[in-house]
């Protein structure tokens, strides 16, 4: 597992593949409030998870190990 985190854009990503490569997440599901979107691969299995509002969503822990980025 990997976390991504832009604190420009307060976005998080989990990946909970090692990569996702191009055109492998073919599905994307939205939460209600649009804040959370589910990457699945062609067999319906989760690729990865995006958040918004990262900094307030995600534990401390995987604050401290995501790779920064903006």
Do not use: C, N, W
């Amino acid at each position: 597992m990997r976390v991504t985190y832009d604190a420009e854009t307060d976005m998080g990503y989990i990946y909970l593949v090692d990569e996702i490569g191009p055109g492998e997440a073919v599905r994307q599901e939205l939460t209600e409030d649009g804040s959370v979107i589910l990457d699945f691969d062609a067999q319906g299995r989760l690729l990865g998870v995006e958040l918004s509002g990262a900094k307030s969503r995600l534990h401390p822990d995987l604050m401290a190990m995501a790779e920064k980025s903006g």
